[in-house]
């Protein structure tokens, strides 16, 4: 389960990564995720700011309208509700993005691609990262980190329009929320010695 969650979690990054481009698409494509060489296989489900992504047992909702995702436990019928963070708008338009450079022309799924050298910086923290975007429309289909460690790929995209079903909530969860950590005592003033 564990190397399952991390790989999902990898995947979250990405799809709030891609939302902000994505949302002048509608479609569906498989996902294929690499963490450490273990491949996790979803499906990705877009309609304009709305996102889905589905892997094993788990779903991840993405709701530009609402700036929410819901990580969905579908064992469980249980939820889990977040904030959409920075980083959920396009690269190209990014606050974060200090510096794209061009590194050079690959293909992609068959598909005619640049790749690119992308430094995000948020508050004192950098990350650089790979992204390839289709030379055709702009779409940025992978991303990965410089050392290989992990990537992520949509592949056998479909143009079309999404059920509004695959957005929502389904009947019957319940949402989960983490339990709060026990707060420490106060140390007593002058406490420590004198």
């Known amino acids: 389960m564990r190397k399952s969650f991390t790989g999902f979690v990898t995947g979250v990054t990405v799809l709030t990564m891609f939302s902000g481009v994505a949302a002048a698409y509608d479609f569906s494509a498989d996902v294929v995720s690499t963490q450490n060489k273990t491949e996790m296989k979803g499906k990705i489900f877009v309609s304009g700011d709305r996102s889905r992504m ?36 396009p690269v190209e338009k990014d606050p974060s993005q200090v510096e794209k450079v061009v590194v050079g022309k690959e293909k992609v799924d068959g598909k005619p691609a640049t790749k690119y050298k992308v430094t995000l910086e948020s508050g004192k923290q950098k990350t650089v990262v790979y992204q390839w975007f289709l030379d055709d429309s702009g779409f940025p289909v992978k991303s990965a980190a410089l050392d290989g460690s992990w990537s992520n790929e949509f592949k056998n995209m479909k143009s079309g329009a999404q059920p509004a079903s695959l957005f929502e909530i389904p009947a019957g969860f319940q949402k989960f929320s983490m339990p709060a950590m026990p707060s420490m005592p106060a140390a007593p003033s002058g406490a420590g010695g004198e």
């Not at 094993?56 to 819901?70: F, H, L, P, T």
């Open 54 to 89: 589905e892997m094993k047992d788990m779903a991840i909702i993405v709701r530009g309208d609402k700036k929410v995702s819901w990580v969905l436990m579908n064992d469980q019928k249980m939820y889990m509700e977040n904030p959409i963070t920075p980083g959920s708008v």
